[in-house]
Nanobody, 122 residues
Framework: QVQLVESGGGLVQAGASLRLSCAAS????????MGWFRQAPGKEREFVAG???????YYADSVVGRFTISRDNAKNMVYLQMNSLKPEDTAVYYC????????????????WGQGTQVTVSS
């Protein structure tokens, strides 16, 4: 069982940066593939970034070069550094964990946090 708690969201202007954090419980945290998803009003939840226990990362095309996912296994933490934010990045951002190989689909994840709101004004 893994519990996930996100923090770090907020209201910023376009071009600004934010860092989201996800605190995970559980002694096997380092074994999980960790992901960040987001969901805007009226839209489906979409993949943003993922990171394997080895540190290998995946990114959605829309955030490549702007967002960076990282993890600290010793602290049971996952981070999402978001730079050059755009209004279209506005959404609730969710942290998720899975033992599965797949990383892209929400259905492949077993555990979810409650989400943190990110709002980017133009």
């Amino acid at each position: 069982q893994v519990q996930l708690v996100e923090s770090g969201g907020g209201l910023v202007q376009a071009g600004a940066s934010l860092r989201l954090s996800c605190a995970a419980s559980g002694r096997t945290f380092s074994s999980y593939l960790m992901g960040w998803f987001r969901q805007a009003p009226g839209k489906e939840r979409e993949f943003v970034a993922g990171i394997r226990w080895s540190g290998y990362t995946y990114y959605a095309d829309s955030v490549v070069g702007r967002f960076t996912i990282s993890r600290d296994n010793a602290k049971n933490m996952v981070y999402l550094q978001m730079n050059s934010l755009k209004p279209e990045d506005t959404a609730v951002y969710y942290c998720a964990a899975t033992y599965n190989e797949g990383y892209y689909l929400p259905a492949e994840y077993d555990y979810w946090g409650q989400g943190t709101q990110v709002t980017v004004s133009s």
